[in-house]
């Protein structure tokens, strides 16, 4: 398949380039390297280094003799370069990364805020609207994240996006249908998510687009077949606390001795996914496309969850690390139950690569071995969810922890 994947230059993005382009396909990658500005932006840096869009492909090439054609676009301001690029190359299926994806990130001010909103929903709108006026019948697959859920459930599995409902008619029938499961996002990225969501329903029913939507967890490891084979391929790796995610974050200190930042009483249950997984995932869901004029195809892309304290509990006892227990600088449930059904992957070939596989080790390996270049002053989570959380904590002067100081 000739396969444009947008975003291909971020965490899960080049790891799926990587293992397409492995596969047979012919890859191109659209990005705006909007990555790579937000890290100077933020003043941090990948702990793994991390090379140029154009190096990482010529190294690929020359390992492999396979080429990733790599395109500067922006896809949320250059829609004409979007398009013009569609209908020029026409691909057989799209895989869609290219969003703000951090969602400390997304609520670090106002204007924070409104860039991920105008960039994630008029990236997502542009290429729906492009690939209708250009009559392109690509299969569409979009990372989206568990978070359009909520993390509460009522006692009940969180089924695979759509919800079957009885609905009492004026005339005392029930009526059944299929809904959306109801969204309830805990920040603003995760709300443009949500967005998404309606976007493909629209265009899904209106023009008959072929849309995957994947509702993936919390990715942890750095490391897949593809990016292990040369030292130039790795993966970006984050550790600060805008961008890095709780499991990642946990190891990476657990390895530059730093206390293992724990919000509040770590009673959130997550649901997580390995990064070999999720790329297997991704090619699972290309190669099984919904028909034209049928709903949006969901897919949970977790294989399983795990509440933060256990995390912290674990990593500290493999590790002989501290935990610190701090403010939660989020808006969210201190303690949450979640199940989550994932049979659709499974069903599929999905063979997860859980925890307990010992991979845990690796991660705190590469860690080690680039610990030099952490910051150790960037590694606390200091976006605050609201004005008054923004109030009641302050940010240590020496970078350990937050205070509480009322
Ligand atoms: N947390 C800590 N300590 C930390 C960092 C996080 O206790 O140092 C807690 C957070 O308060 C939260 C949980 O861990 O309760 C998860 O936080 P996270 O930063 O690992 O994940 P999140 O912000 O939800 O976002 C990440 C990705 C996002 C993806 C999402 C999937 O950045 O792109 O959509 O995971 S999910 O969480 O399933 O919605």
């Not at 990482?56 to 396979?66: D, K, L, N, Q, V």
């Not at 998404?196 to 849309?211: E, M, S, V």
Request: net charge neutral; proline share 4%; with cysteine.
């Amino acid at each position: 398949m000739k396969i444009a994947v947008l975003g291909g230059d971020g965490f899960v993005g080049w790891p799926t380039s990587l293992h397409l382009s492995d596969a047979g396909h012919e890859i191109h990658i659209l990005d705006n390297l909007s990555r790579r500005w937000i890290d100077t932006e933020l003043g941090v840096q990948s702990l793994t280094p991390m090379d140029s869009i154009q190096e990482r492909t010529r190294i690929w090439h020359a390992e492999t003799g396979r080429r990733i054609h790599f395109h500067l676009i922006d896809l949320a301001k250059d829609y004409e370069l979007l398009k013009g690029w569609l209908s020029r190359n026409r691909p057989d299926a799209i895989v869609h990364f290219a969003e703000q994806r951090a969602a400390p990130y997304s609520m670090k001010s106002d204007r924070h805020k409104n860039y991920t909103v105008s960039n994630n929903v008029n990236a997502t709108h542009n290429l729906l609207n492009a690939l209708v006026e250009l009559d392109l019948d690509a299969h569409l697959v979009h990372l989206g994240t568990m978070g359009v859920y909520g993390y509460s459930t009522v006692g009940a599995a969180i089924p695979e996006g759509y919800l079957p409902v009885g609905i009492e008619t004026a005339d005392g029938r029930t009526v059944s249908q299929e809904i959306l499961y109801p969204s309830n996002p805990g920040s603003i990225y995760h709300m443009t998510k949500c967005l998404d969501q309606q976007l493909f329903q629209f265009y899904a029913k209106n023009d008959g687009l072929r849309i995957t939507d994947l509702h993936q967890g919390i990715v942890w490891g750095t490391h897949t077949e593809q990016t292990r084979r040369h030292a130039q391929l790795i993966n970006r790796f984050d550790y600060d606390g805008d961008y890095g995610t709780v499991l990642n974050r946990f190891l990476i200190q657990a390895a530059i001795g730093y206390p293992l930042t724990v919000h509040g009483t770590g009673g959130q249950t997550r649901a997580f996914i390995h990064i070999q997984d999720s790329v297997r995932c991704i090619e699972i869901a290309l190669n099984n496309p919904p028909a034209r004029s049928s709903r949006v195809e969901i897919f949970n892309q977790m294989t399983e969850t795990h509440r933060v304290r256990a995390l912290a509990e674990m990593i500290a006892r493999m590790s002989g690390s501290k935990i610190a227990w701090l403010p939660n600088p989020r808006k969210e449930a201190p303690e949450n139950e979640l199940v989550v059904k994932n049979e659709k992957f499974l069903g599929l070939g999905l063979e997860p690569t859980t925890l307990g596989e010992g991979l845990l080790g690796e991660i705190v390996d590469v860690a080690k071995k680039y610990a030099y270049r952490v910051d150790r002053s960037r590694v606390p989570a200091v976006s605050a969810w609201t004005r008054d959380i923004a109030a009641k904590v302050e940010h240590d002067p020496e970078g350990v922890r937050l205070k509480s100081v009322s």
